[in-house]
T-cell receptor
């Protein structure tokens, strides 16, 4: 079965640079979520999109922005990178099912290292 | 989202059933119980979810108490590949996941 695709898998950037992470959801999934997982921490929700509109926002820094495109893929743009942005970034996708679920399926993640 | 409480760690013998408890005493009527697991640095993996009835799929069984204040995830025959952090999350449908401190399960040969 098709899974969530994330690219790149690994990214090394220097402080103050920019980075763009991409997420390709499972076909026919209409919702994308982004999560950040710092070293030794649990995943934390950043932002989500439903049908190309932002649906929810978590603890996402103002330096980060994201969008979902007409083909449902999503990009997370990160500017003025800081050392503390080094983390695993996961994308998850789901299909809205009314009141009965919407389980999320996660990609393999992008490991961002800021030096 | 309702807060959940899980034991920090648990050991299990290979081939035996693993029973993972979760307390969610403040769960609301429209919140589901979801279980995910994360094998070292991989993307979290969906296991199972339920509202009030017990559920079973190819990976696990979910037992929810009648008052819905607690639940148990059962891995029927644990293997070494089941070693992971297991997260119990309560949420309304189609909403973000709030990961708390899960249970680190170590399956031993």
């Amino acid at each position: 079965a098709a899974g969530v695709i994330q690219s790149p898998r690994h990214l090394i950037k220097e402080k103050r640079e920019t980075a763009t992470l991409k997420c390709y959801p499972i076909p026919r999934h209409d919702t994308v979520y982004w999560y950040q997982q710092g070293p030794g921490q649990d995943p934390q929700f950043l932002i989500s999109f439903y049908e190309k509109m932002q649906s929810d926002k978590g603890s996402i820094p103002d330096r980060f922005s994201a969008q979902q495109f007409s083909d449902y893929h999503s990009e997370l743009n990160m500017s003025s990178l800081e050392l503390g942005d080094s983390a695993l970034y996961f994308c998850a996708s789901s299909r809205v099912k009314g009141l009965a679920g919407g389980e999320q399926y996660f990609g393999p993640g992008t490991r961002l290292t800021v030096t | 989202d309702a807060k959940t409480t899980q034991p920090p760690s648990m050991d299990c013998a290979e081939g035996r059933a693993a029973n993972l408890p979760c307390n969610h005493s403040t769960i609301s009527g429209n919140e589901y119980v979801y279980w995910y697991r994360q094998i070292h640095s991989q993307g979290p993996q969906y296991i199972i979810h339920g509202l009030k009835n017990n559920e079973t799929n190819e990976m696990a069984s979910l037992i929810i108490t009648e008052d819905r204040k607690s639940s148990t995830l059962i891995l029927p025959h644990a293997t070494l590949r089941d070693t992971a952090v297991y997260y119990c999350i309560v949420r309304v449908a189609n909403y973000k996941l709030s990961f708390g401190a899960g249970t680190t399960v170590t399956v031993r040969a």
